[in-house]
């Protein structure tokens, strides 16, 4: 195809990624009569929702608002997601075919616990509205013209030049390199002289070095349901200990909120008081040693891995005040100090990107070029674990086809 044929083709607008909001964006377009060509670098389109959740796609989540979304502005996301409401999610789903479950804490699953199902929805739509697809397309430039943009592409081993009078700048972010993530949407929008927040990997593992590192790597396959926290969030949810250090939906959440050089605490108990606990059970069987009444309350393997801290040896009647007070510390204000994170191969998204301040918040246009438009993961907006991330990623390429 030629750059005259697209033409002739008449798109509305071309979407650059073909991922959650991508996705989104042309169909809700083409329910508008409006008429999309969507150009995705992979070799399929949806790459990203079919791995998550681990296969299943965590598809939103039923408690989402604006305050599970980490951005310089924290309202921004408001009235996107007010326009597209998680109403609005379930029902557009059911509605071809794709019943929820919850699972937990809001988590909304397809009850066939298959993401490929979620994909389907979106390339049927696509067809039945006629909204093209062009998958193994890299774009290289985007120009602004006087009436639209030229779009240079790749494709087949050709180098094209496409017109559109709108853009939709839908292409992710930095996480995961293997799956085609990269920087194209930070850099499209610095090319346009936009400002981009920086960026770090986010709901990623922690990793611990050093002489603390064997420590964790003995416990490697433990999980304990924990509350995690800094001065800045906190979550209960569980851990899990591995041989390179944390993970496990607590400490994917607080990663969100963290930043090298910083420690974080985890409640081993939480909602519970060790002493309260240490002084009820002793008075049933002052006999019992330390060692073996922590071991009921966790793993044995775990209970032995706090003797260096604990005296294990000791039996709960001849524990001191000072004693217990250390014990409490210990397993209520556990202090960790990760190294850093693994980084964006492992995260599951990414903190920052693109600058609110340059975009409607109403529209998702860019303020500075307009015609341009900017949606999903690529946008200083991320969320918590648990479907949130998708609501954005639904919310904003909604609105993007409502003013394309």
Not at 6 to 19: E, W, Y
Not at 97 to 125: C, H, R
Request: net charge negative.
């Amino acid at each position: 195809m030629t750059a005259n044929l697209t033409k002739q083709s008449n798109f509305d607008a071309i979407i650059i990624g073909g991922g959650a909001c991508g996705l989104m964006c042309a169909v809700q377009a083409g329910f508008l009569g409006k008429r999309t060509l969507v150009l995705e670098k992979n070799d399929k389109v949806g790459a990203k929702i079919l791995i998550s959740g681990g296969g299943r796609c965590n598809y939103t989540n039923l408690y989402a608002t604006h305050k599970q979304f980490i951005s310089q502005n924290e309202h921004f996301s408001r009235s996107a997601l007010a326009q597209w409401t998680v109403d609005d999610t379930v029902t557009f789903f059911e509605t071809y075919g794709i019943e929820g479950k919850e699972k937990t804490l809001g988590q909304l699953f397809p009850v066939s616990d298959k993401a490929k199902d979620v994909v389907n929805v979106f390339t049927n739509l696509c067809n039945d509205l006629d909204q093209e697809i062009w998958c193994d397309t890299e774009v290289t430039a985007i120009e602004q013209t006087e009436d639209g943009f030229n779009i240079s592409i790749e494709r087949n081993g050709k180098q094209q030049v496409l017109f559109a009078p709108k853009v939709v700048i839908a292409s992710g972010g930095l996480p995961i390199a293997k799956m085609g993530a990269t920087d194209f949407g930070l850099r499209t929008a610095r090319n346009f002289g936009m400002a981009v927040t920086e960026t770090s990997p986010a709901l990623v593992p922690l990793t611990i070095t050093g002489k603390d590192q064997p420590w964790y790597e003995q416990l490697s396959g433990n999980s304990i349901f924990c509350r995690v926290w800094n001065d800045r969030a906190s979550f209960e949810e569980n851990i899990l200990f591995t041989h390179w250090g944390l993970s496990g939906p607590a400490i994917l959440q607080i990663s969100s909120y963290w930043k090298p050089g910083e420690s974080i605490f985890i409640d081993l108990l939480p909602g519970k008081d060790i002493i309260e606990l240490i002084l009820q059970e002793r008075e049933q069987n002052g006999k019992k040693m330390l060692l073996a009444y922590l071991s009921n309350l966790f793993t044995r393997k775990f209970a032995e891995a706090l003797v260096n801290y604990i005296p294990a040896d000791k039996n709960l009647a001849s524990l001191t005040k000072t004693e217990l007070e250390d014990i409490s510390i210990l397993l209520h204000e556990f202090k960790v100090k990760p190294a850093g994170t693994k980084g964006y191969d492992k995260a599951e998204v990414m903190t920052g990107g693109v600058d609110t301040n340059e975009l409607s918040s109403k529209t998702l246009e860019s303020k500075k070029v307009p015609g341009l438009y900017f949606g999903g993961e690529c946008v200083d907006v991320t969320g918590w674990l648990g479907g949130y991330n998708f609501q954005w990623a639904w919310a904003s390429g909604f609105v993007i086809a409502q003013n394309i």
